[in-house]
Structures are given as structure tokens and as C-alpha cells.
């Protein structure tokens, strides 16, 4: 069997990650010949890439580089007009028609909206490659922005969401939140596909839990390290991991790292600047690395698309316990099989109050033995996204969809 994994970019992000990660899992343990696509040639982390799946073929539209340029140019006169033809689109139709027919692609896996939408357009009409999706949150996310008119607007999106879910053969998801979009849009889409919940897989769900030493900014500490790894979003709450942070007492001795890069975290590490103990790490291609000197991970979210928060496996990888929002899958992913690996927050009126953060930090500081607990689960709690237990049912999925026996 000839997979094709697509996503728009191979820029950081959770998607685009486990994208990758899945690829390398299906091309190093099953005899498949595995592709890799992505819409945009200039959309990619050559450092994410490599350090991920260094191996990976990777194929994307065949449009001259000069010709792309004016394409998109006219595209986005397009959409400032409200006209929604989208000439890009039909260039990159062509293209995927040319990659199914030259690799023989039996399965396209999309990972993200807009690569999905891609191949639904270029396949409509024909039976084969069966087109499945995982669902990791960004069809609820456009879906917000255009009915809320913020953030990234897709003209006509109920529209586009529904004609490429129809052209689905299979969906994956992460959590069912993920599917309250499409049955709010179409309650009896879902009947004749295949639907699976598939947690993401990690290749390695546990780590040498040793310090780094090659971050000595980060590992010269007193007190209690807490940490952050995310998005540089406002909406993934780093404001309110600061305010907690400096509310709770004697503060001076412990430490908040943040690591993440964006205009926003530039902006908060220049208002923040005179607190020593708050560090601004910026970008890292291998945050665990840094995450290994956390005591306790955060992840005060209250981001709309929120599925399986690729931070909070990274924290529990690392033997770190936990304090994030209860949104997405976040419950269910700390806590497994008897065992609970951190403290949940509530989302009130759409956000979250530093004070309880402030509080659930607090009982950390003040009940060590409980901290410990949660750090020892941790490493129990992370088995279930185990990289082998994943494939294994996106296998069968793949077999479901292709009506093969497994």
C-alpha cells in the first residue's frame, strides 16, 4: 500500500509534528511506501523536518516560483473583494492529480484543513485514493473565526468544510469535541464513514530524566521551577502563567521558564524584564530538553481549537506534573488507568483567573508528597500515547477504510 501524509505546512505546530512523526512510524515498521506532501514550499522548518523524519520524501505542488508568487498575490486581491475562486487551488489540483497518478497513492492522510481541502477538490469524482483526516482541531477553529468574523476568516467555510467532509472516507479524532462541529453542521454526516478516536502517538513517551547542564541559565535554581512550552498566542495563556506566578508567595525563590517565540512573548519579556526569575527562552527545536528541568508543567489554555495539547505529553514524558486547562481531551489525558498526574482549570466566561492558577500552584508548593505523587504517575499516565499503540489503531483504520482484513 502507497500512503500519502498531507498537511499544509511543516511549520511547529501539533499537527504538523505528529504528521511527521506518523510518517516516519508507518515507513520504519510496515512495508509501505510512505510520501509526504505539504501545500506551500516555502511553509516549512527545514530544523523541525530534520530533527523529526530527516529521511522523508517530501513532495509539493509543481508551480514555478515566480508563477506562485503572482498566484498568491492575485488571490489574496481576490479575497479582499470577497470573490472566492481561489486559482491557486486549481494549480494545486493539477499537481495532486499528477503525485496520485505517478506514486500510486492507495491513501491520503491530511492533517490540517486546508491540505484536506486541497485534496477533496482534486479528487472529487473518483473512487480512489480513499482521503482520511485527523481531526486536530483547526476545522472548530476556522469554524470560530468565521462566525465570530476574528482571527484567519475563510470565505464561504461552511461551505468548503462541508464538500470536503463529504468527499471523507475516514475520520480520526482526538476529542469529541472535535466532532461537535460536523454534526452541528450536518448531524448525519458521520453514518456511512469510518470514525476512529486515535490519541497521537510519541516515539519516545519517556525520557532520561536527568538535568540538562546545557542550559545553565535554566538549571542554576532554588525553590521550584515552573514551565511552559506552546504556541506564542495570547489565548494559550502565558499572561495569566505570569500573574500566578508572581502572586504566589516568596516567588523570589522559584522560577518560571517560558518557551516560545512570537511578537506577543517579545512584548511580555520587555514588560516583564526586571523579575530575573522569569526567563524567556524563545524557540526551541527540542524543548524536552529544557522541559527536563521543569518541576511542574503549565498550560492555562483557553485556545479554541484545544485537542491533545502536544506540551502537556512532552510534560508528562518528563516525569512533570501537570497544571492545565480542562478543555479538549486535557482531563483525560492526566489521568490513566488509576493513576492522576496534575490539577485541572475551569474556564470561566472564556477565561481563566490567574488566582487559580495561583491556588493550584500553591498546593504544590505547600504538599510536596502530592507534587512527587504526580510526578510519578506522570511516567505511567504518558504510556497511553505510546507511538506503537497509536499505529497499531491507525492501522486498522487504514484497513477499515480500504475494507481489508486485518
Known amino acids: 500500500m502507497n500512503i500519502l501524509i498531507a498537511s499544509e505546512c511543516f511549520r511547529p505546530g501539533g499537527a504538523q509534528v505528529f504528521a511527521l512523526r506518523l510518517a516516519r512510524a508507518l515507513s520504519e ?21 530534520n530533527k523529526i523524519y530527516p529521511k522523508v520524501r517530501l513532495l509539493s505542488p509543481e508551480i514555478p516560483f515566480l508563477l506562485d508568487f503572482c498566484i498568491r498575490k492575485f488571490d489574496r486581491l481576490l479575497r479582499v473583494m470577497n470573490i472566492d475562486i481561489g486559482v491557486r487551488e486549481k494549480f494545486v489540483g493539477w499537481s495532486i492529480k499528477k503525485i496520485i497518478s505517478k506514486y500510486k497513492i492507495d491513501i491520503v492522510h491530511s492533517h490540517m484543513f486546508k491540505s484536506n481541502y486541497s485534496f477533496a477538490n482534486a479528487l472529487v469524482g473518483m ?43 475516514g475520520i480520526a479524532y482526538l476529542t469529541e469535541k472535535n466532532l461537535e462541529v ?45 514551565g511552559m512550552v506552546a504556541r506564542g498566542i495570547a489565548e494559550k495563556g502565558w499572561q495569566i502563567a505570569i500573574e500566578a506566578f508572581l502572586q504566589i508567595g516568596g516567588y523570589e525563590q ?17 514588560k516583564y524584564a526586571e523579575h530575573s526569575n522569569i526567563i524567556f527562552t524563545g524557540h526551541s527545536d527540542d524543548p524536552i530538553k529544557i522541559i527536563k528541568n521543569f518541576d511542574i508543567g503549565l498550560l492555562p489554555s483557553t485556545f479554541w481549537a484545544e485537542s491533545l495539547p502536544n506540551s502537556v505529553v512532552e510534560y ?73 499503540i497509536c499505529l497499531d489503531k491507525y492501522l486498522k483504520f487504514y484497513g477499515r477504510v480500504v475494507n481489508e482484513r486485518w
Open 254 to 270: 522559584h522560577r518560571l521558564i517560558l518557551v516560545g517565540s512570537s511578537d506577543y512573548l517579545s512584548w511580555l519579556k520587555h
Open 29 to 49: 515498521n510496515t512495508e509501505y511506501k510512505v510520501y509526504v506532501f505539504y501545500n506551500f514550499k516555502d511553509y516549512i522548518s527545514r530544523d523541525l523536518v
Open 127 to 169: 473512487d480512489t485514493p480513499k482521503l482520511v483526516n485527523t481531526m486536530h482541531g483547526c476545522y472548530e477553529n476556522f469554524y470560530n473565526s468565521y462566525m465570530t468574523k476574528q482571527g484567519e476568516v475563510l470565505l464561504n467555510y461552511p461551505d468548503k468544510m462541508l464538500k470536503t467532509l463529504q468527499r471523507l472516507n
Open 182 to 226: 460536523i454534526n452541528d453542521l450536518s448531524p448525519n454526516l458521520l453514518r456511512n464513514k469510518v470514525v476512529a478516536k486515535i490519541y497521537n502517538g510519541f516515539p519516545d513517551t519517556t525520557v532520561d530524566q536527568g538535568l540538562d547542564d546545557d542550559t545553565p541559565d535554566v538549571t542554576q535554581r532554588s525553590g521550584l521551577v515552573f
Open 316 to 388: 508528562l514524558s518528563c516525569g512533570k506534573a501537570v497544571i492545565a486547562t480542562d478543555i479538549g481531551e486535557v482531563k483525560r489525558m492526566l489521568n490513566y488507568e488509576g493513576f492522576s498526574a496534575g490539577q485541572l482549570l475551569l474556564i470561566k466566561q472564556n477565561s481563566i483567573e490567574a488566582s487559580d492558577l495561583k491556588e493550584k500552584m500553591d498546593i504544590y508548593l505547600q504538599d510536596r508528597d502530592l507534587l512527587a505523587q504526580h510526578q510519578r504517575a506522570a511516567l505511567n499516565v504518558v504510556k497511553q500515547f505510546d507511538m506503537k
